[in-house]
């Protein structure tokens, strides 16, 4: 009894992995009747929020995926940046620095303040002076509010940040 028991449960679970096997072919055969799109395995280092972050006044370019935006309200170790062309409340975006070596390129009009988390951040920001574009690099120390662009060089006019790096 035992013995035919078993059998009749090889038999019912080879029969289900039949129809599994079966089943699954078609659906394959189906699907490679025409040209499939299958998604990249390679980074390509866009930043995942780029149409929000529009949404508000800013450009997200590419980065490592240490530097990411967040929504302020989430507190924390954040890297806060002020500009006239983030259209929160408060002018203010934010964003997480999750390491050293960290970078970000990115597109903030008129930058005037940026705040450092943990981490010091270089901060790249581009003018337009006389036709030609001037760049300035500025270090943010820890914890420090720091006048960028046209609150310190008021001479250059607006300022767009272009690029974020942690170090150490």
């Known amino acids: 009894m035992r013995s035919s028991l078993t ?4 038999g019912v679970l ?3 992995a039949i129809l599994v096997t079966t089943a699954s072919a078609q659906s394959m055969g189906a699907a490679s009747d025409g040209p499939t799109e ?3 395995l390679i980074e390509d280092f866009e930043h995942p929020n780029k149409e929000a972050a ?13 530097i990411y935006w967040v929504d302020c309200a989430v507190g924390g170790d954040l ?6 062309s983030i259209t929160t409340p ?16 990115l597109e903030i009009p008129s930058t005037y303040f940026i705040k450092a988390g943990s981490l010091k951040i270089k901060a790249v920001l581009t003018a ?5 574009e001037v760049k300035r690099e500025y270090t943010i120390k820890s914890g ?3 006048p960028v662009g046209e609150s310190i060089h008021p001479e250059e006019g607006v300022a767009a940040l272009v690029e974020l790096r942690s170090f150490a």
């Not at 059998?7 to 090889?10: D, L, S």
């Not at 800013?58 to 995926?65: A, W």
């Not at 890297?79 to 006239?84: A, G």
């Open 144 to 146: 420090e509010l720091t």
């Open 14 to 16: 080879s029969a289900a």
């Open 128 to 132: 337009q002076v006389d036709g030609q």
């Open 90 to 105: 408060d002018h203010i975006a934010c964003f997480r620095v999750t390491g050293r070596d960290a970078h970000l390129a």
């Open 7 to 10: 059998i009749a449960c090889v």
């Open 79 to 84: 890297l806060t940046v002020e500009s006239d």
């Open 54 to 66: 529009a949404a508000i006044g800013m450009t997200l370019k590419k980065g490592d995926g240490r």
């Open 38 to 40: 299958q998604s990249s």
